[in-house]
């Protein structure tokens, strides 16, 4: 019986053996029995505000039920949406509720797990995205889009909490309680630090490819080449798609090479734009705000679509002649779903697909912000959570 079934049946969730697959034994540690069923105090790294820098926080994970999982936090991304959040630069559609701890790619070892769970034992590691919780009985729910429930999405930080009152606080934290439904299983061998930007950075720029079908020989264009966009030139590549950065940054132009995509070219080099007139099938936007995007939409070819998976402001100055001309599609995308999720993780394991990551500690949180705002950073933050641990208690 599969969590939406059990759902549409209103049924009690009991420890009984659902049909799921093999629990993940390589990563197998041994299980902690004076763990008890919480609420568990936890340590985190958040905001005060949205000015001050962020420090340490005593938070509570919620008392462990039936279909949750206790995750010791091992490693978790910094993500520039982490970054809108705490400073509450969203302020306008998703305003900011304080404390905000942050943190949506994370990657974790069961500690415990509830009565009813059977996708994980104790001892395995699961990964832990943007999405924490959703109705399950939605449309959207119950074709594997979780993401845009219409009903409840609970997302995994600055989120009403459904469950425990107040609103979701994310990875920057020794311990997480979520439902098994959302935890990702993470395969055997895996290089545990490269796999948490996959948990947005990585679905984020995946869902795009898998639903506009992007195919090998075809043109892609990748726009930004940050944590999401170093993401996006390593899965098309593995399409074996053709593949084209465009960046800002001077400096990242023999990187966009080196990441695998056949040119890389600079944005403002109107040269270049006019050469690439109607070249591209897929064009995904990585840029983390707005910008002007009309001149992107030449590059497409007939029928071409601008995924946009970065910006959530006002777009600006798209004439609509420019969509008409060449019935060309400007589309949004947000993440993914938990199964999709779970593929693309699985995907970039069996092909050695990785983030490239500078590991951090937690006290360098507040550097790597300033430093992923001013682009400086190759291409993904990931805070190391022992050093967390290994925090006295505030
Ligand atoms: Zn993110
Ligand atoms: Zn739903």
Known sequence: MSRREVIAAGAVLVAAPFAVGKPNEAHAAPADEAVGEGPFPTRAY?????????????????????????????????????????RDEWSTWNPTKYPCVPGHEVIGRVRAVGKAVTKFRVG???GVGCL??????????????????T?????????????????????????????????????PGADLAA?????CAGITTFS??????????QRVGVIGLGGLGHMAVKLAVARKADVTVFTTSPGKLDDAKRLGAKEA????????????????????STVPRAFPMQAFLSVLKTDGTLVNVG????????????????????????????????????????????????????EDINRAYDRVVKKDVRYRFVIDMASLKGRKES
């Open 124 to 126: 395995d590691v699961g």
């Open 311 to 362: 910006a959530m402001e006002a777009l600006e100055g798209v004439g609509g002649i420019d969509l008409v001309h060449g019935r060309k599609s400007l589309a949004g995308s947000m993440i993914g779903g938990i199964a999709e999720t779970q593929e693309v993780i699985d995907y970039c394991v069996a092909r050695g697909i990785k983030a490239d990551v500078e590991l951090i500690g937690v």
């Open 151 to 187: 009903k409840r999405a609970t997302f995994t930080y600055n989120s009403p909490d459904a469950q425990s009152g107040g609103h979701t606080s994310g990875g920057y934290s020794d311990t997480m309680v979520v439902p098994e439904h959302f935890v990702i299983r993470i395969p």
């Open 132 to 149: 924490v919780d959703s109705c399950g009985t939605c449309e959207s729910c119950v074709t594997d889009r979780e993401q845009h429930c």
């Open 46 to 86: 958040g905001a005060p505000n949205a000015t001050g820098p962020l420090g340490p926080i005593a938070i509570e994970r919620r008392a462990l039920g039936p279909a949750d999982v206790l995750l010791d936090v091992l490693y978790c991304g910094i993500c520039h949406s982490d970054i809108h959040q705490a």
């Open 208 to 217: 795009p490819m898998q639903h506009w079908k992007l195919t090998a020989g």
């Open 195 to 199: 796999m948490a930007p996959l948990l």
């Open 265 to 284: 070219i600079l944005s403002t080099d109107a040269e270049a734009m006019k050469r690439l007139a109607g070249s591209f099938e897929l064009l995904i």
